[in-house]
């Protein structure tokens, strides 16, 4: 059975690779850019469907962050963009935090352990984007990059502590979350690589391969 967490993985892709472009065609470009967007929050939700509750909890709190997204292409509101960026950020989160507790919920290396893994990772980066963007937005001038396309880009590139230079933070509290997501990413991939190891280690050889497999 095909793990239901490499949709996420799909769904994240297409909003990385095709939102920037599809902002720049109008209207209807940023309404798509939007659709793609509620991709990731609904994959989310069909991966977690066994947790019924928590699922809906996603959809009910995607629902307005969504709605909202689309609002702000019709009219400027500070209060709606605030909040817009607020939903996103805490949904994120939410998301990553259910999924971790998922995965350490998993005894032996399967697809959807490392599906889930290689998920949370990039709703973390994204996660991170959404408070650099608030951060901006509160405090214009925090980042040299000020357009959302940017801060995504750095984000990932401070998570995976690549570090180019070409986006900087400059306010001190933008730094010091800097410091916090690089760490967060060192962290994670230590943590995460140890737990798939160990897992991997303890399993039978004759199990091995098939969890590998399922």
Not at 64 to 88: C, E, K, R
Not at 160 to 179: E, H, K, N
Request: aromatic share 12%; proline share 3%.
């Amino acid at each position: 059975m095909k793990s239901r967490f490499i949709y996420i993985i799909l769904a994240i892709m297409l909003v990385l690779l095709l939102n920037p472009y599809l902002q720049t065609l109008g209207l209807i470009g940023k309404l798509l850019s939007t659709l793609i967007l509620a991709l990731i929050p609904l994959s989310c939700a069909f991966a977690l469907t066994r947790q019924r509750k928590k699922a809906i909890f996603i959809l009910l709190v995607a629902a307005p962050f969504v709605i909202i997204d689309a609002l702000n292409f019709f009219f400027t509101s500070h209060l709606l963009l605030i909040i817009n960026l607020g939903l996103g950020i805490f949904l994120y989160f939410y998301i990553s935090f259910l999924m971790v507790k998922h995965l350490l919920s998993i005894r032996a290396v399967t697809a959807d352990m490392i599906y889930s893994a290689v998920s949370i990772y990039f709703l973390i980066g994204i996660g991170w984007a959404g408070i650099y963007d608030l951060l901006e937005f509160i405090s214009p001038g925090s980042f040299t990059g000020q357009s959302e396309t940017d801060l995504l880009y750095f984000s990932f590139v401070t998570l995976t502590t690549l570090g180019f230079g070409d986006v900087l933070p400059l306010s001190t509290l933008a730094q010091r979350l800097v410091i916090i997501e690089a760490t967060t990413g060192s962290i994670y991939m230590t943590v995460i690589v140890a737990i798939i190891v160990g897992r991997y280690m303890s399993m039978p050889d004759g199990e091995s391969e098939i969890g590998l497999k399922e």
